[in-house]
C-alpha cells in the first residue's frame, strides 16, 4: 500500500470508529442490518448521491 492508501484506511476507520482488530465483526453487522432493511422494503442508500 501506499501511503494514500494508508492514510485513507485511517480515515474511513476513524470516520466508522472501527478498530482495526473487530474491523470484520462490525462490517458483518452492518451488512446483517442492510440485509434487514432490505427483507423489510425499505431502501438501502449508499454514503453518495445516486
Known amino acids: ?3 494514500q492508501h494508508i ?3 485511517a480515515i474511513v476507520l476513524q470516520a466508522h470508529r472501527f ?3 473487530d474491523l470484520l465483526e462490525k462490517i458483518l453487522i452492518l451488512n446483517v442490518e442492510l440485509a434487514k ?3 423489510r ?3 438501502i442508500v449508499g454514503p ?3
Open 37 to 39: 432493511k432490505e427483507t
Open 48 to 50: 453518495w448521491t445516486p
Open 7 to 9: 492514510k485513507l484506511y
Open 41 to 43: 422494503g425499505e431502501a
Open 1 to 3: 500500500m501506499t501511503s
Open 19 to 21: 478498530n482495526p482488530d
